[in-house]
């Protein structure tokens, strides 16, 4: 069991987020589009036989390695191993913002399970990782999964569905949102009704909308601004609790035509809309 690995954790867009109630235990219950893009953070998993420790080669600003969701997935699934295992070194590429409504440390700590229970041999199913993963954060199982899906519950309940592969481009306002705060502001809409969706859903999903993005307009003038900008274009919107926003266009140039005209001081990128993650694509061909 030697060997290193290196693997990619997409980032998601939450194509549409409904609120449609709120649990006893105060989380929210939400309904909402996930697909992946073609655009993430790369780790690298170095198993270290004779060093039986769980390390990444460098810390994360503002996250103490205990807190890192690398550090809590990879210690998560070691403790379901009954023998010993070989230490790992793990190395983090971070290119998606924190805090984004990205994912990216959702993405990151699946990629960890997937990885692990691959070097590590442990032979653990895909509903087993997912449901270690939704105990890590309620992103983690739809990236575990890999398939587009529509989300319930807090996000753990997947249907996997087919939108559209459309181009986005991604924009971080100069921001940072933190999800706890924005799921009590207490003007939040919390009462969408449902909506069903056929297993087949190949629907528009600019027919529906981001239940935050009031709140976090009003609270964050520089998300205001982005969306009522990038609005001038075509249908705008928040994923999660933003701070990132997102356009969608038919195609990689159209996307970037307008991502050369962008205000100065906003971050982003171009990525392409993928049902089916880069991360399981790439577990695939190892196969
Ligand atoms: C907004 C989404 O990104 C949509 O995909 C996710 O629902 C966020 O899920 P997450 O990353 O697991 O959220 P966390 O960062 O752990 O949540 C922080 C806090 O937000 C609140 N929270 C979060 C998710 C949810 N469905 N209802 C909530 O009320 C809870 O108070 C929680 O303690
Ligand atoms: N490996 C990691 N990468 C990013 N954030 C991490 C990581 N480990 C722990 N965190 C913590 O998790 C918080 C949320 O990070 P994440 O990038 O998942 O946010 P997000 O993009 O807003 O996701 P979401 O859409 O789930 O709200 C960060 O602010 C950070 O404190």
Redesign the pocket.
């Known amino acids: 069991m030697t060997g290193s690995l290196t693997l990619p954790a997409p980032a998601?867009l939450?194509l549409f987020?409904h609120i449609v109630g709120r649990r006893a235990d105060?989380?929210?219950?939400?309904q909402?589009l996930?697909q992946f893009l073609d655009y993430g953070d790369d780790l690298t998993f170095t198993l270290t036989p004779d060093q039986p420790d769980i390390r990444l080669t460098e810390s994360m600003t503002d996250v103490p390695d205990d807190d890192n969701l690398v550090i809590r997935a990879a210690r998560a699934l070691a403790a379901r191993s009954p023998a010993p295992l070989p230490g790992v070194r793990i190395a983090i590429t971070k290119r998606l913002p924190m805090g984004g409504?990205l994912?990216g440390g959702?993405s990151n700590a699946a990629t960890t399970l997937l990885a692990l229970n691959h070097l590590w041999q442990l032979g653990l199913s895909e509903d087993e990782l997912a449901e270690l993963g939704l105990g890590l954060?309620?992103?983690v199982p739809v990236f575990v999964r890999g398939h587009a899906a529509f989300?319930e519950g807090?996000?753990e309940r997947l249907t996997p569905v087919e939108p559209a592969e459309d181009w986005f481009l991604v924009l971080k306002p100069a921001c940072n949102i933190n999800?706890?705060k924005i799921?009590?502001e207490e003007g939040l809409t919390r009462n969408t009704p449902r909506i069903t969706i056929a297993p087949a859903f190949e629907g528009d999903a600019s027919r529906y909308r981001n239940d935050c993005e009031d709140v976090v307009r009003k609270l964050y003038p520089e998300v205001n601004q982005s969306l009522e900008w990038l609005a001038q274009f075509g249908p705008a919107r928040l994923t999660?609790?933003g701070a990132c926003i997102f356009g969608r266009f038919p195609t990689e140039s159209a996307a970037r035509i307008i991502w050369e005209s962008k205000p100065s001081g906003i971050t982003g990128f171009v990525a392409k809309g993928v049902n089916h993650s880069p991360l399981h694509k790439k577990l695939t061909e190892l196969k």
């Open positions: 998601k939450n987020l105060g989380y929210h219950e939400l909402t996930f409504g994912g959702s954060g309620a992103d989300g807090v996000g999800t706890g799921f009590s999660g609790t």
